[in-house]
Nanobody, 127 residues
Framework: VQLQASGGGLVQAGGSLRLACAASGGTFSRYGMGWFRQAPGKEREFVAAIGRNGRITYGDSVKGRFTISRENAKKTVYLQMDSLKPEDTAVYFC??????????????????????WGQGTQVTVSS
């Protein structure tokens, strides 16, 4: 399975971007999917996740501004980012939890849950 993230770019504060992460190979509908971000000199930070059962979790810093969704038919997970702030500037990574079971309850804020990672896409928010 490979993950390909896209949609990053430069936007002014208050603007919006929509990231997409497309999977190739594997059975996407069975995966838990997540987004993380990493700013220069900082650790990778949890942003949002959506389980294979549709359960959604957000990081505290993005609640109310970001929306994660998935489209299994297209093997794609999205991250709609609104009301962007300069502190949202980072490289955004998508990741998959390939061993998820339908009835499982997982802490997707834990980076160790994810075993497949895509390359990052840069998001820069100017003030």
């Amino acid at each position: 399975v490979q993950l390909q993230a896209s949609g990053g770019g430069l936007v002014q504060a208050g603007g919006s971007l929509r990231l997409a992460c497309a999977a190739s190979g594997g059975t996407f509908s069975r995966y838990g999917m997540g987004w993380f971000r990493q700013a220069p000199g900082k650790e990778r930070e949890f942003v949002a996740a959506i389980g294979r059962n549709g359960r959604i979790t957000y990081g505290d810093s993005v609640k109310g501004r970001f929306t994660i969704s998935r489209e299994n038919a297209k093997k794609t997970v999205y991250l709609q980012m609104d009301s962007l702030k300069p502190e949202d500037t980072a490289v955004y990574f998508c990741a998959a939890h390939s061993r998820a079971i339908l009835t499982g309850i997982y802490d997707y804020t834990d980076i160790k849950m994810f075993d497949i990672w895509g390359q990052g896409t840069q998001v820069t928010v100017s003030s």
